[in-house]
């Protein structure tokens, strides 16, 4: 399985390609433009992580454009049900907003007798967000882990309830912190206990929400509200609050060029993965579905989905770990 990790401490993949300039988030030139072939015909179904549902759907959309008379099915109830369904054949695509974990991999192994392969197909921010009239101006990840965790394996010195205890005053000083979060099948779930709560425990209050549009929405219609959820969810009603490593530390906003950076610190690969085995030539229908992922049209459809496309370093490398030779 070809391994593509991103981390608080490493994200040296992201530089390989500057993809930010002006602000605005850029395809890499160097990406394909998709163009169609003869003999793609049959279905795909997707089972695998709600934050890409919405990706997945667009392209989807993108690839039917091309190939009317395919038909897809997208599920997405978490992270979690990605790999049961590569592994029983429910699915040919796995999407996941976590790498798989060692059990899961060795389910697969145990079932194929080869790895499952893992696609890097776009970059998320994990965003803390609150209310859009929360003044907050930043919070670290012990601060953050404060907030959410019961266990404060982050060190941070007390349980943080309230808005005043991170610097809030007036009215705000004496607001209860009301939390939202996602429910344990959620990829999301997994990886802001990781990374923010440091492996501990959340607490028992964590309002658990099926989707990540929920998180945001009880953000944006509560005050008192803290969140998490994915970049790509951010509305005009809710704010993504800057963050830092440790205490003392700069604050650094979720904007496109700190997640390419690796500077902020909740940066993260979005993946999809497969069956393939190493060596063979993947069926017409899913080798086009995937060249179309890592065109120039399927990373665009990242960007519209209001996340960040891969350079073409990273989409050459991972078309090469499933048998198909790059044009580019």
Not at 90 to 118: H, L, N, V, W
Request: charged share 20%.
């Amino acid at each position: 399985m070809m391994s593509f990790r991103m981390s608080c401490a490493s994200a040296a993949l992201m530089l390989l390609v500057p993809l930010v300039a002006w602000g605005q988030v850029a395809v890499d030139p160097e990406l394909p433009t998709y163009t169609p072939v003869q003999g793609v015909s049959g279905s795909l179904k997707s089972i695998g992580s709600d934050t890409m549902n919405n990706e997945m759907t667009l392209w989807a959309e993108g690839f039917l454009r091309f190939y009317p008379n395919v038909k897809i099915e997208i599920e997405g109830k978490g992270s979690s049900t990605a790999p049961p369904a590569l592994v029983s054949g429910t699915a040919q695509f796995g999407p996941m907003s976590r790498p798989m974990k060692d059990a899961e991999i060795d389910a697969f192994e145990k079932a194929y007798g080869y790895k499952p392969t893992e696609l890097p197909t776009s970059i998320d921010m994990l965003a803390v967000y609150v209310h859009k009239d929360n003044p907050i101006q930043g919070m670290s990840l012990p601060q953050v882990d404060a907030v959410f965790s019961k266990t404060r394996k982050g060190g941070y010195s007390a349980n943080i309830r309230t808005w005043g205890q991170l610097g809030l005053t007036g009215p705000w000083s004496s607001l209860p912190i009301s939390l939202y979060g996602r429910n344990s099948a959620s990829g999301t779930y997994g990886y802001f206990k990781e990374n923010a709560l440091f492996n501990g425990d959340y607490k028992d209050e964590v309002k658990e929400q099926p989707g990540s549009s929920s998180v945001v929405q009880g953000c944006a219609s509560d005050k008192s509200a803290i969140g998490y959820s994915g970049i790509g969810y951010k509305t005009a009603d809710v704010r993504a609050i800057p963050l830092a490593v440790e205490e003392g530390d700069e604050f650094v906003e979720a904007v496109p060029e700190n997640a390419y950076s690796g500077d902020y610190p909740l940066s993260r690969f979005l993946y999809i993965y497969i069956n393939y085995k190493p060596g063979t030539e993947l069926d017409p229908l899913r080798r086009e579905f995937i060249k179309y992922i890592f065109s120039k049209q399927g990373q665009q459809d990242v960007v519209k989905d209001g996340y960040y496309p891969v350079p073409a370093a990273i989409a050459r490398r991972t078309l090469e770990s499933v048998g198909i030779k790059p044009t580019f």
